[in-house]
């Protein structure tokens, strides 16, 4: 089983981006429908998905935007696995 990286969400969102303009308005009802990536409870995919609403409204629409998205997240990554650390102490497979 393949874990999520940013190499995979932004490849996933490249391919939005693709699908968007091959299928228009059918593949937006889709997304509308249908989760991105993992199916999570509707008020957690809100909250997780804000940042990338900071950058774009709907999907990316171009590299820029994507790598946008992918800072943003990286970033909050890095915030919460140090407060994580210093909370904790817990450096993980780290010695």
Do not use: C, W
């Not at 989760?35 to 997780?48: C, N």
């Amino acid at each position: 089983m393949g874990h999520i990286n940013n190499d995979n969400i932004g490849v996933a969102l490249h391919e939005e981006i693709i699908l968007m303009e091959l299928y228009g308005e059918r593949y937006a009802d889709y997304r509308r429908r249908t989760p991105f990536m993992i199916s999570l409870p509707k008020p957690l995919t809100s909250i997780i998905l804000l940042p990338a609403r900071i950058i774009t409204r709907d999907i990316p629409k171009n590299r820029k935007e994507i790598f946008g998205i992918l800072v943003i997240y990286t970033v909050i990554i890095f915030i919460v696995s140090y407060g994580f650390v210093k909370l904790t102490g817990f450096i993980g497979f780290i010695q």
